[in-house]
């Protein structure tokens, strides 16, 4: 999009500015709202000269000279409620719609003019006026037919070379045949020419194969702009005490680096100074932080939770045991690959069945004793009107449809083929940790209860002025009660000790209990008994209704955690659901493996880096929006809300959308048993051609939108 | 035949015109936010500031 760069700013500006072009993802932006906040937010910076949103994709283009810096931008959008984040490269994605636009274009173009010259030969043209609508047909057809019919015949040159079939080689022998025998029928003066229905074809299948990209570009958006998020670097402390940030790749072993509490380790290590806990649910499953002190040993992923410490990196880059995950990864996908789509499924059994029909017709009339010439036109025109046109909707709209439906309720798809191997599945293995909990703090409702009125007011007003995970976690949810904060003065933050201030005459803090157990955090107020605030994982929102709707549906769940056996045990009590627990990453993969080697088709629900190979090998994976890079990476869905009624809300939509498409192949082979014996009889003119060719694709069309309704909840009721 | 001469030369000449600016938006980057350009008719426009 080079014409889209801002143009220099004329004269006035300052001599020697230069124009800089900066682009951050918001992943934060849903409406027109947004928008024009961030639009506003960032035009008011003096420096910036223009603000373009790019809702698409979640990004906004920002012209500025050197009076604006990139922090600076990222620290305004903060102060307007959006975290942003420079995107490193400046490249745009490829899009996997715009090579197809074009094409498009010119079908619909061409498809337009001859059918207006078609419809005067249907009309009654004939002479001389007949030849020169055919020649004029021929002259926008045979380059339009070249040029919109590449992509086509691209994609079936491929296939043959490897020695397979899709659904464009009938396509394009079918294009190709029939725009030969109308330049022949144009050149002798002859009575049809098919040029309308060649293009015909090719702007309905066009059309399908844009609406299959479009799904595609979405979603791979939407899962971008969550991945480019994730803080990749640390904090180095250098000779003398001095601080420099410095990117993740850049980190050598031998470095020391600061971890604030709150923040995630970069690289393996070893702790030089300060005693803190680790929470490494995302990297092992484990539920319970993890205390270490000098001399322990840290993973990168790990999430430090409650003093800031001074590691010394041990291990960066490829050599973490992150790396040693994702290479587990890379041989996991096996199953998937495997997976061949439904319409090339069909197209294996519809190729040579059609092309059979023809052969026969061919031979039929020529032992019924029609000419050479007679015959090939019948042959033909059976190929034309066999040509998969509903086929080639049949399955890209209903899926682009219910993509579009699940979108709006907050399920990404990441493409058509996670629909068709979401909608077999028979098994479903849920980890714990994140899946079906929050995979966070989340306070003790008996605890805040007992806090009363006038505790709740100071424990929010103390908790709020504090970035600790726990302070955060206690802060939302008193917030979320409705409860007002009290006013305080005095606020003072000591690292590892908690918050002091006085409220009114009275001194009260907020800080770590004494010899308390697991997570929790104690107020305190001057004249009052010292109150106690339990934190636990808490399951998701629904969770139980999730499960039950799933059992419903036909699949058997079960825990697959790398948790401690008691935190396991508790959660499989809770839901009834057989549990393993302890299970490392190549121990999840080697589960699902087992389940598909017994037939099972298998589920896998996970968050975790741990969750990663088990995600890639499964035959279909969600993941939730909270999760890993890894993991959202590695899973074919995505969900953003809290509530895990994402789950059977994604399985039906995927179940349905499989009923549709089954639905449209049968309405598609229905019309050919009425079209075929026509053609074969050779009673098939191009006007039956393109009227039997848009009646079936706008049938087609038409059952696949009422997926749009798919992803509403089976009863009204359903969270909100 | 007189008027088909002038007819079907005009009926080409518009639908050419037609995908000529289709090519031509989609150079300009019309097509590359669909979303928020449904979204963009809803922004209020607060400041009417004059960019210099």
Redesign the interface.
């Known amino acids: ?1 080079t ?2 760069a801002p143009v220099t ?2 004269g ?1 500006a300052a001599a020697g500015a230069q124009e800089l072009r900066t682009v951050l993802t918001v992943p934060g932006m849903h ?3 947004c ?2 906040k961030v639009e ?1 937010t960032l ?1 008011a910076i003096s420096g910036v000269s223009a603000a373009r ?5 979640r990004t906004v283009a920002v012209a500025h000279d050197q009076r604006a810096t990139v922090p600076g931008l990222v620290a305004a959008l903060a102060g307007a409620g959006f975290a942003a984040q420079p995107r490193l490269d400046l490249v745009e994605p490829a899009s996997a719609v ?1 090579p197809l ?2 094409p498009l ?2 079908a619909a ?1 061409a498809c ?2 001859v059918m ?2 078609s419809v005067s030969v249907w009309a009654g043209a004939d002479g001389s ?1 007949r030849v ?1 609508f055919h020649w ?1 047909s021929a002259a ?1 057809g045979v380059p339009a037919i070249a040029y919109a019919g590449l992509p086509f015949f691209a994609s079936a040159a491929r296939a043959l070379r490897r020695g397979t079939t899709n659904m464009d080689v009938p396509i394009s022998i079918g294009v190709v045949l029939a725009t030969g025998l109308s330049l022949h029928e144009t050149v002798i003066g002859g009575a049809e020419a098919w040029f309308d229905g060649t293009l015909m074809l090719l702007l309905f299948l066009l059309a399908g194969r844009v609406l299959d990209a479009m799904m595609r570009d979405r979603a791979r958006a939407g899962v971008d702009a969550l991945l480019r998020q994730a803080p990749d670097g640390a904090m180095v402390v250098g000779e003398g005490g001095s601080l420099a940030w410095c990117t993740a790749a850049d980190l050598q072993p031998g470095m020391v680096i600061r971890v604030g509490a709150g923040e995630r380790l970069a690289a393996d290590g070893t702790i030089l100074t300060g005693t803190s806990r680790f929470d490494q649910s995302l990297l092992t499953g484990e539920s319970v932080a993890i205390a270490t002190g000098p001399g322990g040993k840290v993973l990168a992923g790990t999430l430090n939770l409650e003093n800031p410490v001074d590691v010394r990196v041990i291990a960066a880059g490829a050599d973490t045991s992150l790396a040693d995950i994702a290479r587990l990864m890379e041989a996991a996908g096996q199953v998937r690959s495997r997976h061949v789509r439904i319409a090339d499924r069909a197209a294996r059994l519809y190729a040579p069945a059609v092309h059979t029909l023809a052969a026969i017709s061919f031979v039929g009339w020529m032992i019924a004793g029609a000419g050479v010439h007679h015959a090939l036109v019948i042959a033909i025109s059976v190929l034309i009107i066999t040509c998969p046109c509903a086929l080639g909707l049949a399955v890209p709209v209903a899926q682009v449809v219910a993509a579009g439906a699940l979108m709006r309720r907050g399920v990404l798809v990441k493409d058509g083929s996670a629909l068709e191997r979401l909608a077999t599945v028979d098994r479903a293995l849920l980890d714990k940790t994140g899946t079906l909990t929050m995979g966070r703090p989340v306070p003790d409702a008996a605890c805040l209860d007992a806090l009363g009125g006038e505790g709740a007011a100071v424990a929010l007003a103390l908790a709020s002025h504090s970035r600790h995970p726990l302070s955060q976690a206690l802060a939302q949810a008193l917030a979320a009660r409705g409860v007002q904060a009290a006013t305080i003065d005095a606020v003072v933050e000591t690292p590892g000790q908690g918050l002091r201030a006085q409220w009114g005459t009275r001194a009260v803090a907020l800080g770590r209990p004494a010899g308390a157990e697991g997570l929790a955090t104690a107020l305190t107020i001057t004249g009052e008994p010292v109150r106690i605030i339990r934190f636990a994982d808490a399951p998701r929102p629904d969770c139980a209704v999730a499960l039950a709707r799933l059992a419903g549906m036909g699949i058997d769940c079960a825990i697959l955690s790398g948790d401690n056996p008691a935190a396991v045990a508790q959660m499989a009590a809770l839901t009834g659901l057989p549990a393993q627990a302890l299970a490392s990453p190549a121990a999840k993969q080697a589960a699902i493996t087992a389940l598909q080697a017994a037939g099972a088709r298998v589920l896998m629900v996970g968050d975790g880096l741990n969750d990663g190979p088990a995600l890639a090998a499964a035959n279909a994976s969600i993941a939730p929006g909270s999760a890993s890079d890894v993991g959202r990476q590695a899973a074919d869905l995505v969900f953003t809300g809290d509530s895990l009624l994402a789950l059977p809300r994604a399985v039906g939509v995927a179940r349905a959308t499989m009923r549709v498409v089954k639905q449209n192949f049968a309405m598609a082979i229905g019309y050919n048993v009425l079209a075929v014996p026509l053609a074969m009889a050779g009673l098939v003119t191009p006007l039956v051609a393109a009227v039997a060719m848009s009646t079936s694709s706008l049938l087609v069309i038409a059952n696949s939108l009422r997926l749009a309704r798919a992803a509403r909840d089976p009863s009204r009721r359903g969270a909100a | ?1 007189t008027s ?1 001469a002038l007819l ?1 030369p005009i ?2 000449a518009m ?2 015109i ?2 000529g600016a ?2 031509w938006a ?4 019309q ?6 350009a449904a ?6 426009d ?2 009417d ?1 004059v960019l ?1």
């Not at chain 1, 949103?53 to 994709?57: D, I, P, S």
């Not at chain 2, 989609?26 to 980057?29: H, M, V, Y």
């Not at chain 2, 097509?31 to 928020?36: E, I, K, V, Y």
């Not at chain 2, 979204?39 to 209020?44: H, K, N, P, Q």
């Open positions: 999009m014409s889209a700013a004329p006035g409406c027109a709202g928008m024009a506003r035009a949103v790019n809702l698409t994709a715009r636009l074009a274009a010119v173009f337009m003019n207006l010259l006026t020169l004029l926008i | 035949m088909l079907i009926a080409l639908g050419l037609g995908l289709f090519f989609l150079r300009r980057g097509f590359a936010d669909l979303d928020g979204a963009r008719i809803l922004i209020d607060e400041d500031r210099p």
